[in-house]
């Protein structure tokens, strides 16, 4: 009796082992899936960091590069960011000074607004140009009011100024849950397109200038105060070599979590326990 009893333990023991070798195998497959997945989105993150350093280099070069002359109109179609965003230009021409746009703003300095003025080229182009910042405690929008250019407003002339500054491309539609209001005046990002509109301002460039610091002819007669240029933040996000780490690391604990189940998975305690 004991050696009949004994046959079917033995007997079991075969498909007691094939739905944990299953288990195993699906396992495994499961961490060989996500060791791939969180290797590949590393190495991504790595072809990334690569990417922003060349894209912070190349804007480091451009801001400290001697100023050139800004693009001219038939160049327009083709600015872009990589290629053109915080080019140190120089532009040539003459302000309009009673068609000031303040924008809101907040800077190292606190808050108030941006004292953006068209700049009349000499071939009959616009440029929006950011003279600078100016604190709300001096006026700010209430010191300018919404006016129009007629249609000749360049022609009109005034004295010709030359202005340095940093290539910036447009800012449509608003600031974080605030729509710029043209109709009130009311601005909260340097939308060149809605600006001009509202200025009836043609011909103008589909970028606008921050001045550089300490400029001559940069001051209007209507300023409370010199509005301060050279306030520009350049700033990129670069977290990739954490984000690179992270997924790497998780890899590691994928990789190490399945060989320790290969080692002493279900299928190895069976065979233990046989």
């Known amino acids: 009796m004991l050696e009949n009893s004994a046959l079917p333990a033995n007997g079991s023991a075969e498909p007691q082992r094939r739905p944990a070798k299953a288990r195993r195998r699906i396992l495994s497959g499961i961490a060989l899936l996500l060791l791939l997945l969180f ?9 990334r960091l690569q990417w922003k350093l060349a894209l912070i280099e190349r804007v480091d070069a451009r801001v400290h590069a001697t100023p050139t002359d800004v693009p001219h109109s038939q160049a327009w179609p083709a600015i872009s960011a990589a290629n053109d965003e915080y080019r140190h230009v120089r532009v040539r021409g003459h302000f309009l000074f009673d068609l000031t746009t303040p924008v809101q703003a907040v800077t190292v300095r606190g808050s108030g607004f941006w004292l953006l003025t068209p700049l009349c080229q000499p071939d009959g182009t616009t440029v929006l140009v950011n003279r600078g910042f100016i604190p709300g405690a001096l006026g700010g929008a209430s010191g300018y009011e ?10 009109a002339g005034g004295e010709s100024v030359t202005v340095t500054g940093l290539l910036r491309l447009t800012e449509p539609k608003g600031g974080f849950l605030r729509l710029n209001d043209a109709v009130t005046g009311r601005w909260y990002s340097r939308d060149v397109a809605a600006i001009a509109a509202a200025r009836n301002l043609a011909r103008v460039a589909p970028f606008f200038i921050d001045a550089d610091a300490r400029q001559a002819g940069t001051a209007g007669p209507r300023d409370a105060g010199p509005p ?47």
Do not use: E
Request: hydrophobic residues 55%; proline residues 5%; contains cysteine.
């Open 228 to 274: 301060v240029g050279g306030l520009t933040v350049i700033s990129f996000p670069n977290s990739h070599l954490v984000y690179a780490l992270t997924w790497f690391a998780l890899a590691a604990m994928v990789g190490a979590a399945w060989w320790w189940v290969a080692r002493r998975g279900p299928g190895r305690r069976h065979d233990h326990a046989a």
């Open 39 to 47: 290797a590949g989105l590393g190495t991504w993150q790595v072809v």
């Open 146 to 155: 919404v006016s129009r250019a007629g249609p000749d407003a360049c022609a």
